[in-house]
């Protein structure tokens, strides 16, 4: 589950919703999830799905901000479409693993795609044009900050000072 992969996963899944740019809207989020993510409760120290009987995965949410949430969903997306069909647990968290990183990968990709960003910013990487667009695209403004030094426009450092 390599982050190339897991970016490339992010970019087609767009493709074929038909949304190649511009924000992901919560509906659609919901769509691609199989479920509700919007409930403001969180429910335990990890993000945790149970798949059942062939209906799904119950999920069970960690974070609470809208914007946290949204990108949890993402990862839940992701790791029902990178767990093999026999993995009846399926969990986000914290953790350094491969899966997880790949989850984090294709979630910043899906809720922010790179060119959009970097089309969008124009070089213009200050605080005030960062968390515009994190508010256009409904993510946290240290997500953006993440992405773009994960992808060379930002030095790692810039990042922790934000």
Do not use: C
Not at 53 to 75: I, K, M, Q, Y
Not at 98 to 125: H, W, Y
């Amino acid at each position: 589950h390599g982050i190339p992969l897991a970016r490339n996963l992010a970019i087609r899944l767009r493709d074929h919703v038909e949304v190649r740019s511009g924000p992901i809207g919560d509906g659609l989020l919901k769509q691609l999830l199989g479920g509700d993510f919007t409930r403001p409760e969180a429910s335990g120290p990890i993000g945790l799905g149970v798949r059942g009987d062939g209906r799904g995965a119950v999920l069970h949410f960690r974070r609470s901000v809208p914007t946290s949430r949204r990108f949890e969903a993402a990862r839940f997306v992701a790791e029902q479409i990178l767990a093999p069909p026999s993995d009846r647990w399926l969990a986000a968290t914290d953790a350094a693993t491969a899966r997880q990183k790949a989850q984090r990968a294709f979630a910043v990709e899906l809720l922010a795609p790179i060119a959009d960003l970097t089309e969008r910013l124009s070089g213009d990487f200050s605080s005030d044009a960062i968390e515009s667009i994190a508010d256009e695209y409904a993510v946290s403004p240290l997500m953006v900050k993440a992405h773009l030094a994960n992808n060379g426009f930002l030095r790692r450092a810039d990042v922790r000072n934000y």
